[in-house]
């Protein structure tokens, strides 16, 4: 196998890298005895593909000039990677790096105590940049900080917005949300993402994710989908004018608001969305449980037909029996899955009932042993 890499990139074997990767979990499938279709695979760019990032920042002794760094993952003690460029980011997030690395040093109030740089960016190179801080920040002092260093990013062509974080405080100068937009082959969707909260760090393999749902429910009009663990709504939103109606929960309140925002941006009137974990929503659907928050929303999920599922779970998969019950009862099962020795273990046993109807591997994290994979299983 070739050496997986940080922060940076090899375009010239990154065809290697790939069916390197593609090898390694066709064969598990096969040591599984699973049967499966010709595999879609979906390649991601070689480079500037990256959305979403995180640096340590390090300064120099007499704290006149700093580096964006990262760490070899299980390094003990920690080995920092110095960064010079970063061709894993976006080129919005390359060129704000840029910029920092030339006029953030001339504010006192925006370095100090300074350990972390985290960057959010959309394809049209919108920005949401956070600075996380070992103090309190000072709300006023902060934002009029950042304000003056946005112009150096206006006069240079980018739009950004600052968060301040320290433990327990958050200062916005402005917003920590961006509009993201995603294609697919028919229609746009419109996505509201917000700093520090999950999403897709590969805009391309996610938009390649959700063409891949999509052409998994083309026939599914007169029926319902249900997605556990929805987050902001990705696939929810993209999903939605495919079925008669949507069911979607989420348990964490942040993206469900931001889950609830995306529905209403896209004029989606035929979803509802509560928060719900898996356990409950199973309850719920065999009546043993009723729940308050199920009324106060004004949804009754005996109002609905819910012949598909869409699951999109950690990755150690669905794990226990009560869950791999639960999604063997749908007709239609949409599995997306970021973890390949756990997959196959779900499907060893949800292939007792159905079949991989469809087969896709997203290459999410480029030069990393990392494939996201996505299956379409339907009842025998």
Known sequence: MLKTLIGTTDPQNYDQYLNEKIDSVVNLFKKNNL??????????????????????????????????CMFVPKSKPKQRIELKSFPVGSKAINQAMAILKKHLMKYDELTVKLFEADFLANQKGDLVISLNYHKKIDENKFKEAAYSLREHFISEGLSVNFVGRAKKQTVLADTDTILETIKTKDKDFYLYQVEGNFSQPNIYACQNMVQFARDCCS???????????????TFTVCLADLFRKVFSTEVSRVPTLTAIKNIEKNNIKNTQIARLSAVEVAQALEGTREFKRLKLADIDIKDYNLTTLLIDPPRSGLEYKEALDFTARFNRVIYISCGPTSLCSDLTYLCKTHRIKKLAFFDQFPYTEHLETGVLLEKI
Not at 45 to 51: G, I, S, V
Not at 58 to 68: C, G, I, L, R, V
């Open 35 to 68: 049967e499966f279709p010709e595999p879609e695979v979906f390649a991601s760019p070689a480079e500037y593909y990256r959305m979403r990032t995180e640096f340590c920042v390090f300064f120099n002794k007499e704290h006149t000039d700093f580096e964006f």
């Open 219 to 233: 026939n599914c009009k007169d029926e319902d989908l249900i997605e556990l663990y929805c987050g902001s709504g």
